[in-house]
T-cell receptor
Framework: AQKVTQAQTEISVVEKEDVTLDCVYETRDTTYYLFWYKQPPSGELVFLIRRNSFDEQNEISGRYSWNFQKSTSSFNFTITASQVVDSAVYFCALSEDDGTDKLIFGTGTRLQVFP | DAGVTQSPTHLIKTRGQQVTLRCSPKSGHDTVSWYQQALGQGPQFIFQYYEEEERQRGNFPDRFSGHQFPNYSSELNVNALLLGDSALYLC?????????????FGAGSRLTVL
């Protein structure tokens, strides 16, 4: 069965601190895709990154970086030098290669960045 | 370039009533999916429409039904509303159907059932 677990319900940091959001997934497929989405108070889910199961190369994009490890089924997301505008709920999601683009979401991590 | 638009943004219904939510996909997209997001939870997949047919369905009762029109827009209907149907309903669009697709989400319709 497919499952995404985000064990951190809420994280609070002070501006300029680094913060890592954890994501653990379960799937029996060998081909799958992992995503991170951000949900600000407006409600709209904003796409951040996609990784496929064959690409374990970690990525840095500005203040964002991602650590994908198949051996531990983890896909963690780090924000460096956090800012107040980073405050939002962050969702990790899984999609399998089954001919649809159905997403299985975790329960989300609420990040609060205080000035 | 307009993204995904949903209407209405907020609505209040009472138990037993019926509701229709509407979604216009992003320009160029032909696939529409609906998700239900209860307070404090992640979105849950309801169903997906492609070529005007329901292609896949999540674990939701038949009270939840939908439709896709020739212009790719979509409606979500919920009959016999229950208190537990109170949630944010998100519409997402994409082109084709592939696990690699990046979905574009709308801002949602917040339904409150009293």
């Amino acid at each position: 069965a497919q499952k995404v677990t985000q064990a951190q319900t809420e994280i609070s940091v002070v501006e300029k601190e680094d913060v890592t959001l954890d994501c653990v997934y379960e799937t029996r497929d060998t081909t799958y895709y992992l995503f991170w989405y951000k949900q600000p108070p407006s409600g709209e889910l904003v796409f951040l990154i996609r990784r496929n199961s064959f690409d374990e190369q970690n990525e840095i994009s500005g203040r964002y970086s991602w650590n994908f490890q198949k051996s531990t089924s983890s896909f963690n997301f780090t924000i460096t030098a956090s800012q107040v505008v980073d405050s939002a709920v962050y969702f990790c999601a899984l999609s399998e290669d089954d001919g649809t683009d159905k997403l299985i979401f975790g329960t989300g991590t609420r990040l609060q960045v205080f000035p | 370039d307009a993204g995904v638009t949903q209407s209405p943004t907020h609505l209040i219904k009472t138990r037993g009533q019926q509701v229709t939510l509407r979604c216009s996909p992003k320009s160029g997209h032909d696939t529409v999916s609906w998700y239900q997001q209860a307070l404090g939870q992640g979105p849950q997949f309801i169903f997906q429409y492609y070529e005007e047919e329901e292609r896949q369905r999540g674990n939701f009762p038949d009270r939840f039904s939908g439709h896709q029109f020739p212009n790719y827009s979509s409606e979500l209907n919920v009959n016999a509303l229950l208190l537990g149907d109170s949630a944010l309903y998100l519409c997402a669009s994409s082109f084709g159907r592939s696990g690699a697709n990046v979905l574009t989400f709308g801002a949602g319709s917040r339904l409150t059932v009293l």
